[in-house]
T-cell receptor
Framework: ETGVTQTPRHLVMGMTNKKSLKCEQH?????MYWYKQSAKKPLELMFV???????ENNSVPSRFSPECPNSSHLFLHLHTLQPEDSALYLC??????????????FGPGTRLTVT | GQNIDQPTEMTATEGAIVQINCTYQ??????LFWYQQHAGEAPTFLSY??LDGLEEKGRFSSFLSRSKGYSYLLLKELQMKDSASYLC??????????WGAGTKLIIKP
């Protein structure tokens, strides 16, 4: 595997279900991100992990719970979601070393539909 | 608040040139990125500007004017595969990426 991988690619869940999204990066990066992408809206940063430590949580509802067990893996645990949470969830990674133009590498995303 | 503006959609002809504009108002500036995103796929990095001027990479060029809060992405010799969304993002004073909503580019034969 190369780059950033995400599973599953598609997920349909009811509002009472619990599911998890998985992301794995094979680039040796030290930072990982979860984004939400809704149609015709800017990417919304949800969570940032630097060296496995969560550094950003942009007022995300508690029904979304991130987990970063090591610098290569990132999970997003979902429970009691709402229909408006239906979106594309993108994982990204980068090598953060202070100032610099370290671009983010994205996974293919999980298309989530909440029914 | 912080804001990135780009046109929602543009149409161009195969073989032609198109310029996609991006204006920004952010708290601080630490670089501007352009990404390409094909439908159903991940965004992929195209270019980075931190100093004023033009950066050229093959058929794609990106320009930055920090005093005007303005950038553009120039695509030459358009090909059908260039049909995609183009995302502008600015890194602010906290090194957070602020994203635009993207410009959907439609290429016609």
């Amino acid at each position: 595997e190369t780059g950033v991988t995400q599973t599953p690619r598609h997920l349909v869940m009811g509002m009472t279900n619990k599911k998890s999204l998985k992301c794995e990066q094979h680039l040796g990066h030290n930072a990982m991100y979860w984004y939400k992408q809704s149609a015709k809206k800017p990417l919304e940063l949800m969570f940032v992990y630097n060296f496995k430590e969560q550094t950003e949580n942009n007022s995300v509802p508690s029904r979304f719970s991130p987990e970063c067990p090591n610098s290569s893996h990132l999970f997003l645990h979902l429970h009691t979601l709402q229909p408006e949470d239906s979106a594309l969830y993108l994982c990204a990674s980068s090598q953060e070393q202070g100032a610099g133009h370290y671009e983010q590498y994205f996974g293919p995303g999980t298309r989530l539909t909440v029914t | 608040g912080q804001n990135i503006d780009q046109p929602t959609e543009m149409t161009a002809t195969e073989g032609a040139i198109v310029q996609i504009n991006c204006t920004y108002q952010t708290s601080g500036f630490n670089g501007l990125f352009w990404y390409q995103q094909h439908a159903g796929e991940a965004p992929t990095f195209l270019s980075y500007n931190v100093l004023d001027g033009l950066e050229e990479k093959g058929r794609f060029s990106s320009f930055l004017s920090r005093s005007k809060g303005y950038s553009y992405l120039l695509l030459k010799e358009l090909q059908m595969k260039d049909s995609a969304s183009y995302l502008c993002a600015v890194r602010d004073s906290n090194y957070q990426l602020i994203w635009g909503a993207g410009t959907k580019l439609i290429i016609k034969p």
